[in-house]
Structure formats: structure tokens, C-alpha cells
């Protein structure tokens, strides 16, 4: 008798005590909040060779040495190659959190060249928020460019070389920033800012005013950007006007678009480009980037360029490695041939690109 009474209060305990655990389990699950901050970033490596134009270093005219590549942002050594290590590392609360994007590697030194002469920052972007509403959220810092369909980080973008539109528009801008959540479809945004690029400070009292209307879908988005100000002390107001969009036409195929007009008193650029992608398989895509960009001056086109980049993307869990064959077409001979005894019209070049993201 005594040991079946010790066996039924010894039932009642261990049942007594897993219910207290799934009770507590449960609690946790419910109460705990999700991790609110967070290591991420990129290291990426490459290598990229002229296929009808010399694999070397020529004069660049003021007494230094540069590579014979598209002149465009990143990716124009020759030759193995780095670009950057990049370390972000971000908090998100329910109403305030920060983002510190680091950058190291010749990528990110070019990336901030904004910087002060001297200058030892590897700081990409630097800002806090503070979401005041549903509505509204306010940004404080140093944030990359919301104009644009590229972006500074090869994690975000399909091509591994860059676009005439982006080389030539903002990198980043340091300043404040609001965003409206209008509805679901519809958002809208306003800044103050330093001028295009300087990021650390604002020697001469200059700002730069910018905004943005946005609609997007779960399949598609579209986004129209302003910028308006002066960029530098003497200079006439710099106006922008930018639209990016993109839609998933099918499951594997996916259309974007860049269009963009940027005038300084007579002196800018305008361009467009398409970005079509097809998805083959979960592994690999296929993505082409066609861009007709031209340079004025005086109100008068300079020079143009149509360049055509053909991408591949293949991943094998974080590592994604992309073969990229890019042909660029100039109005002009400016382009030094492969005995570097004449000039020509074309550069086509092969980049293999290899990028780690966690």
C-alpha cells in the first residue's frame, strides 16, 4: 500500500513538473522577443581580363598609372583582384534602432571617397531611426543613395559590374531623412542633406534636398527620385530626376528598369537600362544589363555609350560565383587597342566574380 501511494505521488510530481515546463516553454515562445540584432555583410574577390585591349597598367594623363577597363565604379583592376570585406552590424527595437556598415578593401575605399582627405573611414553607412508612427520613421546619418537601380554592395545587385548611371549619380548621403508608410501599396519620402557624397561633414554650409515617391506590390515596384541642390561652393543647383522599377513577369522571369537625367546648368547626363533575368534552375540565373548612357555639356551631347553585360549567377549555399562577359560601345575612339599603337570605339571584357555573403 505504502509503495503504490509513493508511486501516485510520484506520478502527480513528474506530471506536476511537465507541466510546468511546457507551461514556462510556452511563456517564453510567447513573451521573448525576436533577436533585434544582427552581424551581417559580404567578402568578395574577382578576376578580369580585356579581350581585345592591352592587360596593363597606361598614363592617366596627371602622372599616375590606370587600368585599361570601363570607366565605371569598382571592378576595373586587372587580373585577380580584390574588392571588399564588408561588416554590418544593425539593432532594430520596436521604435529605434541603428545600422554600422563597414567597409574594408579597395571596393569600399572607393565607395567612401567622399571622406575627408586623409582619411582612415571605412564607414559605408552610419545612421539611427526612430520610427515615430505606422506611419512615419526618421532616419539620422549617413545612408546609401535611394536613387538608382544599383547599389554599392555586390550582394545587391545581379550584374558584378556596374552601370554608367550609378558610377556617375550619388554613392550616399549623410543627413535626415522621413519616410511615410502611406498604405500598403504607396510610400513617400523626404531629406535634407549634405551635398552628394560628403558623408563625414559639411564644410561649406552646403545642403542638398531630395525625395521620393514609391508603389509597390508583392510582384512589382516602382520608385521616382528627386534630388535638387547645390554640390559645391560656386556651382549652380544640381537637379535629378530618377525612376526605378522592376516586376516579376513569371515565376523565373524578371524585368527591371533604370531611367535617369541629371543637370547642372547645362552640364550632366542622362540614361536608361534594362535589366532582364531568368532564373534556370534554384542554383543558377542568367541576367543582362543594356544601358545607353550620354554625357552633355552646354546644353549639347559629348559623348555617349552603349554597353551590353551579360551575367551568370551561381550558388552554392552562401558562395555565389558569377562569369560576367561586358561589351562597351563608345561614340568616340577612346579605347586603346591591344599593341597599344592606335585607339579604338570597343572594350569587351571577362570578369569571374566570386562572392560570400552570411
Known amino acids: ?162 552601370s554608367y548611371m550609378f558610377s556617375n549619380g550619388p554613392f550616399s548621403h549623410a543627413g535626415l531623412k522621413a519616410d511615410f508608410a502611406i498604405d500598403d501599396n504607396w510610400s513617400a519620402m523626404l531629406s535634407v542633406m549634405n551635398p552628394t557624397d560628403l558623408t563625414a561633414d559639411n564644410p561649406e554650409s552646403l545642403y542638398t534636398y531630395g525625395a521620393q515617391l514609391g508603389y509597390s506590390t508583392d510582384a512589382s515596384s516602382a520608385y521616382l527620385n528627386f534630388l535638387y541642390g547645390k554640390q559645391e561652393l560656386g556651382a549652380e543647383n544640381t537637379f535629378q530626376v530618377d525612376l526605378t522599377a522592376g516586376s516579376d513577369i513569371t515565376d523565373d522571369f524578371y524585368l527591371g528598369f533604370n531611367g535617369t537625367y541629371a543637370d547642372t546648368d547645362g552640364d550632366g547626363f542622362y540614361g536608361l537600362a534594362l535589366y532582364p533575368q531568368y532564373k534556370t534552375s534554384e542554383a543558377f540565373a542568367i541576367g543582362l544589363r543594356g544601358e545607353y548612357f550620354t554625357v552633355f555639356a552646354d546644353g549639347a551631347d559629348d559623348d555617349s555609350v552603349f554597353a551590353a553585360t551579360l551575367t551568370g549567377s551561381y550558388a552554392v549555399g552562401s558562395l555565389t560565383f558569377k562569369p560576367e562577359l561586358r561589351i562597351d560601345s563608345f561614340e568616340n575612339e577612346i579605347i586603346p587597342n591591344a599593341d597599344l599603337d592606335d585607339v579604338q570605339k570597343s572594350l569587351a571584357s571577362f570578369t569571374l566574380a566570386a562572392i560570400y555573403s552570411f
Open 1 to 162: 500500500m505504502k509503495t503504490i501511494t509513493i508511486t501516485k505521488i510520484v506520478k502527480k510530481v513528474i506530471f506536476t513538473a511537465v507541466l510546468l515546463v511546457g507551461f514556462t516553454g510556452f511563456s517564453q515562445e510567447e513573451e521573448e522577443p525576436a533577436q533585434k540584432f544582427s552581424l551581417s555583410g559580404s567578402v568578395d574577390a574577382y578576376y578580369r581580363a580585356n579581350i581585345n585591349s592591352a592587360n596593363k597598367t597606361i598614363p592617366d594623363g596627371s602622372g599616375g598609372e590606370i587600368f585599361i577597363a570601363p570607366p565605371t565604379s569598382f571592378a576595373n583592376a586587372n587580373g585577380f583582384a580584390l574588392g571588399m570585406a564588408n561588416v554590418i552590424a544593425s539593432y532594430e527595437g520596436e521604435k529605434v534602432g541603428f545600422v554600422a556598415d563597414l567597409v574594408f578593401g579597395p571596393r569600399g575605399e572607393e565607395a567612401v571617397f567622399g571622406s575627408p582627405v586623409g582619411s582612415t573611414n571605412i564607414v559605408n553607412q552610419l545612421y539611427v531611426y526612430w520610427k515615430v508612427s505606422e506611419v512615419v520613421t526618421l532616419t539620422f546619418g549617413n545612408f546609401n543613395t535611394y536613387l538608382g537601380y544599383e547599389v554599392i554592395s555586390p550582394t545587391g545587385n545581379f550584374n558584378y559590374s556596374t
